[in-house]
């Protein structure tokens, strides 16, 4: 009965962690100079049990912010945020995570 009961859970974890994707895109503009918006692509049948979770924002190697989901409204998790003293040269890092499996970043150089 006991392996009965841990071949069941088992196998239903991994069910879960097959249908379980991170985001398929990540895309990051600059506008008006300090604002940073992100767009990640993450399509899902269920967006309340498998959405983005977290979006973290790495500025020259240093995370600077860090924004938590706790569903998705549609296919896309949008995000924009202001970055004080951005400029020509810095190297920013977005990357989105999937709160059941996995992650995508997008490295950005400022022109």
């Given at each position: ?37 992100i ?64 992650q ?8």
């Amino acid at each position: 009965m006991r392996k009965f009961i841990f071949c069941l859970v088992a196998c239903l974890i991994f069910v879960d962690l097959v249908f379980a994707h991170p985001p398929q895109k990540v895309e990051v503009f600059i506008v008006k100079k300090n604002i940073v918006d992100i767009t990640v692509t993450h399509p899902s049948p269920n967006l309340k049990r498998h959405y983005v979770d977290k979006i973290e924002i790495i500025l020259n190697r240093e995370s600077v912010y860090t924004q938590k989901f706790t569903f998705q409204k549609s296919n896309f998790q949008k995000f924009a945020h202001r970055i004080p003293g951005l400029k020509k040269g810095d190297v920013l890092e977005v990357i989105a995570y999937c709160n059941r499996h996995g992650q995508l970043g997008k490295k950005i150089t400022v022109e």
